[in-house]
């Protein structure tokens, strides 16, 4: 596979993933409003409801920004390789980097979540806050591994010998 489907590949699998956010994040709202009016599920709204928006936005910005991305790296492969290359790979370095970050994070708040839910079981408010946060966290840690396993392919075909850059000047 030559590097520029390689790009094509990563950033539909991004684009899609962010149409998939959109949609999911709609599912996670029309939750959130349902357990508005559940005395049982109520506390479930604020997490729930919160990080719905977020996926919204990230979801809907991350459709909307991959076609340009993808235009702008295409040309600049097939014009300056090597500059694409010299920007690419230390992006997307930082790209991985940041998800063990990210997942950190929502491994710590599952574990909250968990924690909240069942030490208050017998207060429904935050036995619901508890069970919200553990929900949408899950959703985005699977979400994120998914990304982050697109992101090492896409990756790894930046970091691969046979596109290293020549950085010294050629020995006469």
Request: glycine share 8%; charged share 15%; no cysteine.
């Amino acid at each position: 596979m030559t590097m520029h489907d390689t790009l094509v590949n990563y950033f539909q699998g991004e684009k899609n993933a962010g149409i998939f956010l959109a949609v999911m994040s709609l599912a996670a709202l029309g939750w959130a409003f349902y357990a508005r009016s559940d005395a049982d599920l109520r506390g479930m709204f604020w997490p729930v409801a919160l990080v719905g928006f977020l996926q919204l936005a990230i979801g809907v910005g991350l459709a909307a920004k991959t076609p340009a991305q993808v235009g702008a790296l295409e040309a600049q492969l097939a014009s300056t390789p090597d500059a694409f290359y010299a920007a690419e790979r230390p992006r997307m370095e930082r790209v991985q980097r940041n998800f063990l970050v990210i997942e950190v994070v929502e491994v710590a708040l599952i574990a909250a979540g968990l924690a909240l839910a069942l030490v208050m079981k017998s207060r429904l408010a935050w036995w619901g806050v508890g069970m919200g946060v553990v929900l949408q966290a899950s959703v985005m840690l699977v979400f994120d591994l998914m990304a982050e396993r697109r992101g090492e392919v896409y990756f790894t075909a930046l970091t691969s010998p046979t596109h290293a850059i020549v950085t010294a000047a050629p020995r006469p």
